[in-house]
């Protein structure tokens, strides 16, 4: 069977109408949004979406509004006629690929003004290139923890840059993994609290044979460090262990795995166990929560979770 050509298109008007033309046939539209450099992981959203809608469109852009100056975002990888051909490998392929230069470039409406810098650490590489955008979406419970404490900025550049998604797009579904836990657990909270008439779908995290959880920031690292970061996925498994079989002392649980994580040779970020709805840290498992993770190996912050259900 020959491999499904998809649609690419750049031009937000034009995404916008092709979604109204085929919901107006009685299609439904699934959206999966990356930021490219695709892998299994991102694959597997793409089948699952398949599952819930007719028709598929995966969104390709690196969000500015989500990385601080400080960060990655200059370096992160892309390989666009890759990704093409690794959703054409899809069972039912994709519909479109939706592929914009720049979801912030307004136009003539767009104002150029010099950036206020007393809060720089809350600013992004959107400000900083003074593109004029001055409208934000704040998730403001779900976004203080975990990621938000060491990346300020990150989470209000994710829920605006996924309201823009959904408002260009306007499907019925949208498919996000659940290696970001927090990402789509603020994302789910945004759509309840806006009212988008779209399902959010978390789909289950996609390890490598030896256990490493798939992300794209996964090229960066050292055969060395590659295998220094296996700690992670072995120590919250010896974790989660520990808890269906006892011990449900959150503090004594996160010395197992941050222990673990710097004797293998890595920076632990944050080792948190929350409740799977609220984020809200717990000190003794009485139900469900997750244990999330950020570590640094090298120069590369990696992220794992694990739900934990007693």
């Known amino acids: 069977m020959e491999a499904k050509e998809p649609l690419i298109i750049t031009d937000k008007d034009q995404m916008r109408q092709w979604s109204r033309s085929m919901r107006a046939q009685g299609n439904t539209i699934g959206l999966v949004p990356t930021m490219g450099y695709l892998h299994e992981g991102h694959l597997s959203l793409v089948r699952e ?14 969000n500015p509004g989500q990385f ?11 390989d666009f006629p890759g990704d093409i051909r690794k959703l054409k490998s899809v069972p039912g392929g994709v519909d479109v690929v939706f ?9 003539v409406d767009g104002v150029q003004r010099e950036v206020r810098k007393e809060k720089a650490g809350a600013i ?8 004029g955008h001055e409208t934000w979406i704040r998730v403001e419970r779900l976004e ?3 990621c938000g404490k060491s990346r300020p900025a990150f989470f209000r550049g994710v829920a605006t840059v996924v309201t823009k998604l959904f408002n260009i797009v ?3 579904v949208a498919i996000f993994g659940k290696k970001d836990y927090q990402q789509w657990r603020l994302v789910r909270r945004m759509v309840r609290d806006l009212d988008f008439a779209i399902k959010v779908i978390g789909s289950e995290i996609v390890r490598d044979e030896d256990g490493l959880a798939m992300s794209s920031r996964n090229v960066h ?13 072995r120590s919250l498994s010896k974790a989660k262990c520990a808890a269906q079989n006892g011990q449900v002392s959150s503090r004594a649980l996160k010395n197992l795995v941050v222990q673990a994580i710097q004797e293998a040779g890595g920076k632990v970020d944050y080792a948190e166990i929350v409740d799977q709805e609220s984020l809200e840290e717990v000190e003794e498992i009485k139900g469900g929560v997750v244990f999330c993770v950020a570590a640094w190996f090298g120069k590369v912050r990696l992220l794992d979770n694990m739900e934990i259900n007693v």
């Open 49 to 62: 979406s398949h599952k819930h809608a007719q028709l598929v469109v995966v969104s390709i852009y690196v």
């Open 99 to 107: 592929h914009p230069h720049n979801l912030y470039d307004y136009g």
């Open 68 to 78: 601080a100056p400080s960060e990655d975002l200059s370096t992160y990888p892309s």
């Open 124 to 131: 992004s590489c959107l400000e900083e290139k003074v593109l």
């Open 170 to 172: 306007e499907p019925d």
């Open 221 to 233: 690292l050292s055969p060395e460090d590659r295998e220094k970061a296996l700690s992670i996925n």
């Open 144 to 146: 203080r923890g975990m």
